[in-house]
């Protein structure tokens, strides 16, 4: 199976700043990553497909990047909307796997 | 508009059975794949479960398997996650998911199952 790591596991910032996590797979899952944010009480949503495609209705400061084993979800401005849990997730086969996850806290 | 309505979730002692369904609306139910995803009470998403459109082939997480089966019924708009031997570490929100291939793309609200004496 394929394991999924991201870090931060935390990430504290403010509304503004640029932000980067990062997550790496044990083999080669490229093209095949999602990200997802997720918040407390609510359905997970995906922000950004197939590596670097953003999903519909998604603002633009989201956007992804990477290949390979190495994949990259950066956030160019923080938004208020924007503290949450953030998860890669590989969807290269099966079975699917997600990244631990990293919060987005306000600094 | 997607919607996905999990029910059957709630208390069952350790060792005992249940059965989670999800009924869903607001798109063409039997071209999509369908997947149960869960997340333990302060840990992340783990995939637990997924079927293609067809019903044909089933996939299930090694934590699961042997214990877990998921099914569908296109006439029916729902897939079901029957769960024998439940444990403890079983307890967590067990999310609905729609598949578009293996990318999940639309989540229900979520069911909550609790195992424990």
């Known amino acids: 199976d394929i394991q999924m790591t991201q870090s931060p596991s935390t990430l504290s910032a403010s509304v503004g700043d640029r932000v980067s996590i990062t997550c790496r797979a044990s083999?080669?899952?490229?093209?095949?990553l999602a990200w997802y944010q997720h918040k407390p009480g609510k359905a997970p949503k995906v922000l950004i497909y197939k590596t670097s495609d953003l999903e519909s209705g998604v603002p633009s400061r989201f956007s992804g990047s990477g290949s390979g084993t190495e994949f990259t979800l950066t956030i160019s401005s923080l938004q208020p909307d924007d503290f949450a849990t953030y998860y890669c997730?590989?969807?290269?086969?099966?079975?699917?796997?997600f990244g631990g996850g990293t919060k987005v806290e306000i600094k | 508009e997607v919607q996905l309505l999990e029910s059957g979730g709630g208390l069952v002692q350790p060792g005992g059975s249940l059965r989670l369904s999800c009924a869903a609306s607001g798109f063409t139910f039997n071209i999509y794949a369908m997947n149960w995803v869960r997340q333990a009470p302060g840990k992340g998403l783990e995939w637990v479960s997924a079927?293609?459109?067809?019903?044909?082939?089933?996939y299930h997480a090694d934590s699961v398997k042997g214990r877990f089966t998921i099914s569908r019924d296109n006439s029916k708009n729902t897939v079901y996650l029957q769960m024998n031997s439940l444990r403890a570490e079983d307890t967590a929100v067990y999310y609905c998911?729609?598949?578009?291939?293996?990318?999940?793309?639309?989540w229900g609200q979520g069911t909550l199952v609790t195992v424990s004496s």
């Open positions: 997730q590989q969807y290269n086969s099966y079975s699917l796997s």
């Open positions: 083999q080669d899952v490229s093209p095949w």
């Open positions: 079927i293609t459109s067809s019903g044909g082939a089933t």
């Open positions: 998911v729609k598949g578009n291939g293996q990318l999940l793309i639309d």
